[in-house]
């Protein structure tokens, strides 16, 4: 079988390893792409399509007893869980809880907020090279609350994100229902976050990315991760078009990146969150914000296909039977807050989210493997985080200052 060399090899196509990819080719590296599937047709297809500059809170583990209570009942919308899965995920969990308390939570803030903040700078560039532009939708996403309670916490998280210098907007309900005519009656109101995007077609922007990947001279190869070994060039991977060789890897394999850092040798506490989406046709005033029901645990975004229906979170293994069972409880809850119409697609997707327990991921070089770098673990803010974590890596391979310290992304904070 032939060889091929380059200077770096990226693993992965979905958006983090094609931001990754674009930010690599602008500072000159030669760069091949390599993924078992299609760009973007894993993790990277199914979520809201946000580039939530607004995201400053990571997705903490809850601590007050009433949540805790009602999702291990199994009465909350908002999460779901495998038993079987549990034990594997007890490691997991139990760091989750622990970088949740007030202690160490606002370290979580700090850590993940250069990537927040830089995520829609780092996207524009590419998105208007890549000719995407008429993906985006710039009117932001809505937080919607039914209960006095979900809009006493909204509010409060509002305006505490106005520190990190957010537009928040504040909306009674009548202010709701003007803003978004498509929500029937009866929500208290909401809280607008216009700052961020929504892209209306996640894997479209994939793959527009990859086109804009390829004109730039990269090549994309169909190959199996886990074939990469070491080799006197550096590190080799065996593809359909040979074996490919360079004196860099990166390792951006989403939910797969922690089997593939245990292969080679470094065990790493990281979690999944599985989650399913849905897509209806709409009737009558179709939604011009993604809309994010608080309540329940679910959020509609309107996609160029339709009104895609995403569920909260899955608690399962990677590769357990599918168990849309938040989906059939949200349907009907989301067919009160505006017209789904039908369903569109045979059956519901689903994918999962790679987590680690502090709610940062992990970014820079393997500590034991020159040449070996990771990019993985964004949980739900892949999409947001991908192009500033990928410029952010991009700079470290490339011997640049980084605009960010890395150091909090950094995989010996697990070892």
């Known amino acids: 079988m032939s060889s091929a060399n380059t200077d770096v090899l990226v693993l992965g196509a979905g958006i983090v390893g094609l931001s990754l990819a674009l930010k690599l080719q602008e500072r000159?590296?030669?760069?091949?792409l390599v993924d078992q599937g299609e760009p973007g047709a894993a993790t990277s297809f199914g979520n809201a399509g946000l580039i939530e500059r607004s995201s400053v809170f990571p997705y903490a583990f809850p601590r007050d007893l009433k949540t805790l209570v009602t999702h291990a009942l199994g009465r909350s919308t908002a999460a779901h869980y495998h038993w079987r899965a549990l034990p594997s995920l007890w490691p997991w969990m139990r760091l989750y809880w622990q970088h949740s308390s007030p202690i160490n939570y606002p370290k979580a803030i700090q850590g993940a907020l250069p990537l927040v903040e830089h995520s829609w700078s780092e996207h524009l560039p590419l998105i208007q090279a890549a000719?995407?532009?008429?993906?985006?939708?710039?009117?932001?996403?809505?937080?919607?609350?039914?209960?006095?309670?979900?809009?006493?916490?909204?509010?409060?998280?509002?305006?505490?994100s106005r520190a990190y210098g957010l537009q928040v907007k504040l909306l009674s309900s009548a202010q709701l229902q003007a803003l978004e005519p498509a929500l029937k009656p009866g929500l208290l109101g909401g809280v607008h976050y216009p700052d961020s995007?929504?892209?209306?077609?996640?894997?479209?922007?994939?793959?527009?990315?990859?086109?804009?990947?390829?004109?730039?001279?990269?090549?994309?190869?169909?190959?199996?991760?886990?074939?990469?070994q070491s080799a006197r060039a550096g590190w080799s991977v065996k593809t359909?078009?040979?074996?490919?060789?360079?004196?860099?890897?990166?390792?951006?394999?989403?939910?797969?990146?922690?089997?593939?850092?245990?292969?080679?040798?470094?065990?790493?506490?990281?979690?999944?969150k599985r989650g399913y989406h849905m897509h209806f046709k709409g009737e009558?005033?179709?939604?011009?914000?993604?809309i994010v029901d608080v309540d329940n645990g679910y959020a509609l975004a309107p996609m160029l296909k339709g009104l895609r229906l995403t569920t909260g979170a899955e608690f399962a293994l990677l590769d357990a039977p599918a168990t849309?069972?938040?989906?059939?409880?949200?349907?009907?809850?989301?067919?009160?807050?505006?017209?789904?119409?039908?369903?569109?697609?045979?059956?519901?997707?689903?994918g999962s989210r790679p987590?680690?327990?502090?709610?940062?991921?992990?970014?820079?070089?393997?500590?034991?493997?020159?040449?070996?770098?990771?990019?993985?673990?964004?949980?739900?803010?892949?999409?947001?985080?991908?192009?500033?974590?990928?410029?952010?890596?991009?700079?470290?391979i490339s011997g640049e200052t980084p605009y960010a310290d890395p150091g909090a992304y950094r995989l010996e904070r697990f070892l």
Request: net charge positive; with cysteine.
């Open 131 to 160: 000719d995407a532009q008429h993906l985006v939708n710039e009117r932001g996403w809505i937080k919607v609350f039914r209960t006095q309670e979900s809009a006493r916490q909204s509010t409060d998280m509002a305006q505490a």
């Open 197 to 228: 995007m929504q892209i209306q077609d996640p894997q479209a922007l994939s793959l527009a990315y990859a086109r804009l990947f390829e004109k730039r001279g990269g090549r994309f190869i169909k190959g199996d991760a886990r074939s990469l």
């Open 355 to 396: 987590c680690t327990p502090d709610m940062l991921p992990i970014i820079g070089p393997a500590p034991n493997h020159p040449g070996l770098w990771f990019n993985f673990g964004h949980a739900h803010h892949g999409l947001t985080q991908a192009a500033s974590s990928g410029r952010l890596l991009a700079e470290l």
């Open 324 to 350: 849309p069972v938040q989906l059939e409880r949200i349907e009907p809850i989301a067919r009160t807050l505006t017209g789904l119409g039908e369903r569109l697609d045979a059956k519901p997707w689903l």
């Open 28 to 32: 000159g590296q030669e760069v091949v």
């Open 240 to 272: 359909d078009a040979g074996h490919q060789q360079a004196k860099q890897v990166v390792l951006a394999l989403g939910p797969w990146g922690e089997d593939m850092a245990r292969q080679l040798g470094y065990r790493l506490p990281m979690g999944r």
């Open 284 to 290: 009558g005033a179709v939604l011009q914000h993604t």
